[in-house]
């Protein structure tokens, strides 16, 4: 099984990656305009001290949580001069592998954060906790048994609910932003 390091020098720097998207790109990019970071985060400032430099991403650009996350992340890797580097989820399912979400998930995207030996620090996603109580409730209250006939079809309209939100509602983007922080100080 390859390293961390090997991993992230493989991967796309993060830059590069947005502007290869075929999926979500005009909404990562939109985000990122529109999300600023707080002027006054003390923790932010602490986080210039850490033992943190580089960020491995787990990620797909078709994942809607991606689409969320990944500007804010951006945002936080400029302010503390980070390398962010993305690997692709689906070509090669080792790495993923090594963080399922509930044991079972191939959830993305993920967070690595690396210090300057890339050896893992802590680690991210694929959603803040408050984003998962809405995705939570959307769910339940717009979607019926599996075995419903329009299952598929409500299913799809909720992933249209979810990720219109995710575009537009910087109340999510500041959850974001405060669960990554919260996770790294």
Not at 170 to 182: F, G, H, K, N, R
Request: glycine residues 2%; negative net charge; proline residues 3%.
């Amino acid at each position: 099984m390859a390293k961390l390091e090997t991993y992230f020098k493989q991967s796309q720097p993060i830059g590069q990656y947005i502007d290869d998207m075929t999926v979500n790109k005009e909404n990562v990019l939109s985000i990122y305009e529109s999300f600023k970071l707080p002027n006054d985060d003390q923790r932010l400032k602490q986080l210039q001290q850490s033992a943190y430099s580089k960020v491995l991403v787990i990620s797909e650009d078709w994942c809607g949580d991606a689409m969320m996350n990944l500007p804010i992340l951006k945002r936080i890797s400029e302010e503390l001069n980070w390398e962010v580097r993305v690997f692709h989820r689906d070509e090669d399912t080792d790495l993923i592998d090594q963080y399922l979400t509930n044991g079972t998930s191939r959830s993305i995207p993920i967070f690595i954060f690396l210090n300057d030996n890339y050896e893992q620090e802590t680690v991210w996603g694929p959603r803040a906790q408050i984003v998962q109580k809405f995705v939570d409730d959307v769910r339940s209250t717009h979607l019926p048994n599996k075995e419903d006939a329009n299952y598929e079809d409500m299913l799809n309209e909720t992933h249209v609910i979810i990720s219109n939100r995710y575009k537009t509602d910087s109340t999510l983007w500041q959850a974001v932003y405060d669960s990554i922080i919260t996770k790294l100080s």
